[in-house]
């Protein structure tokens, strides 16, 4: 970079700056998108509980009153 002109060199430190600053906005709006699902998560984890526990309740319904029949391997 010697014997460049003065005004060159500023350019091209303008932009080597530009990019940089381009690179760390495209990141931002990368962690902007991660935490948009992030926040998207919770509620859904909320749902899949509920369901679960529906899905219990139907199963203990439909084995009827008298529940699970269990049966237990003895330890040799």
Known sequence: MRGMPE???QEKQF???YQELR???DQ???IERRLQMLDALAPAMMEI???SRSL???AYAALGREGPTVR???RP
Do not use: K, M, T
């Open 7 to 9: 005004s060159q060199l």
């Open 23 to 25: 690179r760390v906005g």
């Open 72 to 74: 237990r391997r003895r």
């Open 28 to 30: 931002l709006e990368a």
């Open 56 to 58: 219990e309740s139907l």
């Open 15 to 17: 932009d080597l700056l």
């Open 49 to 51: 509980s509920r369901l």
